[in-house]
């Protein structure tokens, strides 16, 4: 199909070549050999006369003109479909998709025993691919063109549509052996005496510990920071710092008979929201749209009832 001198087929090619970032990804999503794709990307390079993609080291990245040019394209495509009913059925008990999330230590920690669960009672052949959100991911202009989802703390300011999740509340996570420790309990006087392990989740992103403990005008500087909430288990234990965690990933390490007492916050409770971001153009694919009932299905089974 033409319209104008330019071929709507190439129309979905240049859609996911500029996604992907990537011929040979690009040729997995579509089902279609590198060389197929390569010629597609040098046909569109000459009807843009443009490079579209550029080495930048081992990988590929999009010129500025083809990173101006992606939304565009994300709803001409979208609009097309919707005219001309080409929405794609999707059948998770047999597609073979691979979807690409990226979540904070914690909610990794948290979902993804119920998120393949229930993936896997549904659709057996799909697959996930979960990586770890690192320190300034926030600010990246790439993060919803590489990945389908993002799971992590609402209030980071991601770009794209977000959805809450689920809600955890944080706790004090000490040695069982604190010489400050009493009767399980810990005062604020106590928090403000004790060495401190913080999570870090980058330059100027505030957790709701830093506010909570400025508005109590507890001056700490952490003597150990982390990145995250994951390490803090490890490094405080057989110490005497304390961590501030959330509830979820405290009482996997707090066991009974372990080195570890997850003690009541003596600043009140102070709530965690998680949630997810997604580009809004992937609303028009029902497959994401299953994926997107898959993670809010797993927060309503990790939040509390009532």
């Known amino acids: 199909m033409a319209l104008g001198g330019t071929d709507l087929n190439l129309l979905l090619p240049l859609k ?6 990537n011929v040979t990804r690009a040729g997995h999503r579509l089902s279609l050999s590198q060389p ?29 003109f083809a990173r101006d040019l992606l939304p565009e394209v994300q709803q001409a495509v979208r609009l097309v479909g919707v005219a001309l009913d080409l929405e794609d ?3 998770p008990s047999t597609s073979r998709r691979t979807f690409r999330l990226v979540m904070s230590d914690y909610a990794i920690a ?27 991911s926030h600010l990246s202009e790439r993060l919803l063109v590489d990945h389908d989802a ?58 709701p510990v830093d506010r909570v403990f400025g508005e109590l005008h507890i001056e700490h500087r952490p003597v150990l920071q ?34 570890l007492v997850m003690v009541e916050p003596p600043f009140g409770e102070v709530l965690l929201a ?3 971001w997604f580009a809004e153009h992937r609303l028009a694919d029902p497959a994401y749209r299953w994926l997107f009932g898959r993670l809010e299905a797993v927060g309503a089974e990790l939040t509390p009832a009532g």
Request: proline letters at 8%; zero cysteines.
């Open 16 to 21: 996911v070549l500029l996604e992907e970032g």
């Open 36 to 64: 197929a794709m390569s010629a597609a990307l040098a046909r569109l390079r000459r009807r843009f006369d443009d490079e579209l993609l550029v080495r930048a080291g081992r990988e590929y990245e999009l010129t500025p």
């Open 89 to 91: 059925a999707f059948d």
């Open 110 to 136: 948290a979902i993804h025993e119920p998120l393949v669960r229930l993936v896997e009672a549904d659709a057996p052949g799909v697959r996930l691919t979960i990586g770890n959100l690192g320190s300034g």
């Open 150 to 207: 993002v799971v992590a703390p609402m209030g980071f300011g991601f770009q794209g549509v977000s959805r809450p999740l689920w809600t955890d509340r944080m706790v004090v996570l000490v040695d069982r052996r604190n010489p400050r420790l009493r009767d399980g309990a810990l005062s604020i006087d106590d928090l403000r005496a004790l060495p401190y392990a913080a999570g870090s989740f980058g330059a100027g992103v505030l957790t």
């Open 226 to 259: 982390v990145f995250g909430f994951l390490p803090l288990p490890f490094v405080i234990e057989g110490t005497d710092m304390f961590a501030v965690v959330p509830e979820m990933l405290g009482r996997l390490h707090a066991r009974p008979d372990g080195p």
């Open 274 to 276: 998680e949630g997810y």
